[in-house]
């Protein structure tokens, strides 16, 4: 069946660093666009990141831009989104979801995607 599964998050002091993975299985990776979101509390999912089958295209959130690289390695079967610079404002559940379509520019809307990972803690407090 189709998994996602994120792992890399943590406790992490203001200006450091942190690199998330979304390792998938039950699908070809290649096929799919991928897309991280994060989701505090009490606040709606924001679209955070996503980028392309092929990796040639990517898009971020303002609030992250400069800061946030996403990367995918469709043989190891893995999407990374990679964190520096981190703020108190980064915190939240960090998800990975998979659509089984083209790149879109819609890529950073939740109702993009098809599959879910069930996500993963990034804290950012000194």
């Known amino acids: 069946q189709v998994q996602l599964v994120e792992s890399g998050g943590g406790l992490v002091q203001p200006g450091g660093s942190l690199r998330l993975s979304c390792a998938v299985s039950?699908?070809?990776?290649?096929?799919?666009?991928i897309g991280w979101f994060r989701q505090a509390p009490g606040k709606e999912r924001e679209g955070v990141s996503c980028?392309?089958?092929?990796?040639?295209?990517?898009d971020y959130a303002d609030s992250v831009k400069g800061r946030f690289t996403i990367s995918r390695d469709n043989a190891a079967n893995t999407v990374y989104l990679q964190m520096n610079s981190l703020k108190s404002e980064d915190t939240a559940v960090y998800y990975c979801?998979?659509?089984?379509?083209?790149?879109?520019?819609?890529?950073?809307?939740?109702?993009?995607?098809?599959?879910w990972g069930q996500g993963t803690q990034v804290t950012v407090s000194s």
């Open positions: 979801a998979a659509a089984n379509s083209a790149y879109t520019t819609r890529c950073r809307l939740y109702q993009t995607y098809d599959y």
């Open positions: 039950g699908f070809t990776l290649n096929s799919y666009v």
């Open positions: 980028i392309s089958r092929s990796g040639g295209v990517t």
